[in-house]
């Protein structure tokens, strides 16, 4: 398969990268700066400003699903970044006809939030403005009729993948006890499995450990 790749740059887009390309797949990756991204087999890069709908367009060309794990950083204030630049996505996944779209968004937004435990909503609470701009950016995207998947990782840590995920969807969760994580390892390899084999369609899937 052939995927566009927004959020390259970040630690689990890193991930998805090398583990796509490792299993044969063709990645087109766009990006402000692609002088952080090394050069590897079956990796190309297009640099651009994912709120620019028409250059999101002529990098999407050919390819077969479209794979964001875009986010803000350490940035304080988002700035609309992810609802703009998701509108910007789909208008450009509609004109440009790659309709299969996973997006990893975090555990806490929109309906997630009074899921958590307490703790994790105390967690959360420095983090408002920025789950707000995700929540827009998600109301357009499922608003859209394209074949969209979004993925909620609880909290993220750099360990290496244990292959023991648990994916729930998020319609069907009642509440996610403790403080839970997950790697960013096996983030990145559901995100892959799931761009791959079309699964979870206009669905969000809550990812954690276990079973």
């Not at 402000?32 to 620019?52: C, I």
């Not at 450009?92 to 555990?107: D, P, Q, Y």
């Not at 292959?163 to 319609?171: K, S, T, Y």
Request: zero cysteines; charged letters at 20%; aromatic letters at 6%.
């Amino acid at each position: 398969m052939k995927f566009l790749v927004l959020g390259a740059t970040g630690a689990t887009g890193g991930l998805f990268v090398e583990q796509a390309t490792a299993a044969g797949h063709e990645v087109v990756v766009f990006v402000r700066n692609p002088a952080k991204l090394t050069p590897r087999d079956r990796l190309a890069v297009v640099a651009g400003d994912v709120r620019d709908a028409r250059a999101l367009a002529e990098a999407m060309h050919g390819t077969d699903a479209v794979v964001s794990t875009l986010g803000l950083g350490k940035a304080k204030d988002p700035a609309n970044l992810i609802a703009d630049s998701t509108r910007a996505l789909v208008e450009a996944a509609e004109e440009g006809g790659t309709k299969r779209l996973v997006i990893m968004s975090a555990f806490g937004v929109g309906e997630s939030l009074p899921k958590g435990s307490a703790i994790l909503r105390f967690l959360y609470k420095g983090g408002r403005a920025t789950f707000a701009d995700k929540a827009a950016g998600e109301q357009i995207l499922t608003a859209s009729p394209l074949d969209w998947t979004l993925v909620y990782p609880v909290l993220l840590t750099g360990k290496p993948s244990t292959e023991n995920v648990r994916a729930i969807d998020l319609a069907e969760l009642d509440r996610l006890p403790g403080l839970p994580r997950i790697s960013r390892a096996d983030v990145a390899a559901f995100l892959l499995a799931t761009a791959v084999e079309g699964s979870w369609s206009r669905r969000t899937a809550v990812l954690t450990t276990g079973r």
